[in-house]
């Protein structure tokens, strides 16, 4: 069972329903007694930075959050705006982040990008795996997934960087340290790649 965190910021329902179809069982909740029971996470999101973690905070879930996975090593998984809400800091805003994993967020740099690439970026998008792990079993440099945004994370230790992408430039598109993970892209939105993917967290 995958408890999907419904802070007010995410997407829950496309990835519940990319769950169902993949025949993985999920919940989705606020409840912190749920969450203090839930034996593995997905933090959605899309939007602003400031918004995301405004809203997490509100919701009251932190702490117990803290507990569940930096104390107990619940497994989770961050998408997109949930990716980025695990570091420490986004260009986007002044909020500071949950501080799980060593990553800044910064936008897109113009300067560097073709004139013929827009930003957001907004495409399907190759990943280069950069270490071997469980999440990303059965996928390869030629697995292509689905993207939206204007701000991509960078790692400050190597080590925690699990898969690139280009566009215009390379960005981290997926990082992990122990039980936390994080993807740029949108899983419930990349059909058999996005299965896979989801499958794989599934079965961790």
């Not at 802070?7 to 169902?20: F, I, P, T």
């Not at 593995?40 to 930075?49: D, S, Y």
């Not at 495409?123 to 792990?133: D, F, M, Q, V, Y």
């Not at 936390?180 to 961790?204: C, D, R, T």
Request: proline share 2%; charged share 25%; aromatic share 8%.
């Amino acid at each position: 069972m995958i408890t999907i965190i419904d802070y007010g910021a995410g997407n829950v329902k496309s990835v519940q329903n990319m769950l169902k179809k993949i025949g993985v069982e999920s919940t989705l909740t606020k409840e912190i007694s749920v969450i203090e029971e839930a034996t593995k996470f997905i933090l959605p999101g899309v939007g602003a930075f400031d918004y995301g973690m405004q809203q997490l905070k509100k919701s009251g879930l932190i702490e117990t959050l803290n507990k569940k996975v930096i104390e107990q090593k619940t497994p989770l998984l961050g998408i997109c705006l949930g990716a980025q809400m695990l570091g420490n800091k986004s260009e986007e805003g002044s909020e500071k982040g949950l501080g799980w994993i060593d990553i800044d967020v910064v936008k897109f740099d113009k300067k560097l990008l073709d004139s013929n690439l827009k930003v957001p970026h907004m495409n399907w998008n190759e990943i280069k795996i950069n270490k071997e792990n469980l999440l990303l079993k059965k996928l390869n440099n030629e697995s292509r997934f689905y993207f939206v945004h204007s701000y991509h994370m960078k790692a400050n230790n190597n080590e925690d960087i699990l898969c690139t992408s280009n566009y215009g430039y390379i960005f981290v598109s997926g990082v992990n340290k122990d039980n936390i993970w994080g993807v740029q892209f949108h899983p419930e939105k990349s059909h058999k790649y996005g299965m896979q993917l989801l499958e794989n967290f599934a079965q961790l």
